[in-house]
Nanobody
């Protein structure tokens, strides 16, 4: 059984910062990509940032220069440092990881989501 547990969401004023964390646990043999997605009310889920096991990263256009994704492979944890937050960043943020587990198969796993609200 593999679980992804997110933390760090909340309410922040425009221009503020937040740091999200997502820890993967369970019978994990290997993790390749880890990523953050978000879904605003009434909109489709979109990719925010993705990081490979070797550390290469890619970002959605709307967050480039403001958000930074990182990971700690020893802890099976991915982070999202968000700065210069805007009301348009308000959404539920989901962690995603591509994991080879004790099921002897690669699968995509998702966290439960954490709400980020940017408002004055």
């Amino acid at each position: 059984q593999v679980q992804l547990v997110e933390s760090g969401g909340g309410l922040v004023q425009p221009g503020g910062s937040l740091r999200l964390s997502c820890a993967a646990s369970g019978s994990i043999f290997s993790i390749t990509t880890m990523a953050w997605y978000r879904q605003a009310a009434g909109k489709e889920r979109e990719l925010v940032a993705i990081i490979a096991s070797g550390g290469s990263t890619n970002y959605g256009d709307s967050v480039k220069g403001r958000f930074t994704i990182s990971r700690d492979n020893a802890k099976n944890t991915v982070y999202l440092q968000m700065t210069s937050l805007k009301p348009a960043d308000t959404a539920v943020y989901y962690c995603n990881a591509h994991i080879y587990s004790a099921a002897y198969a690669w699968s995509d796993y998702w966290g439960q989501g954490t709400q980020v609200t940017v408002s004055s």
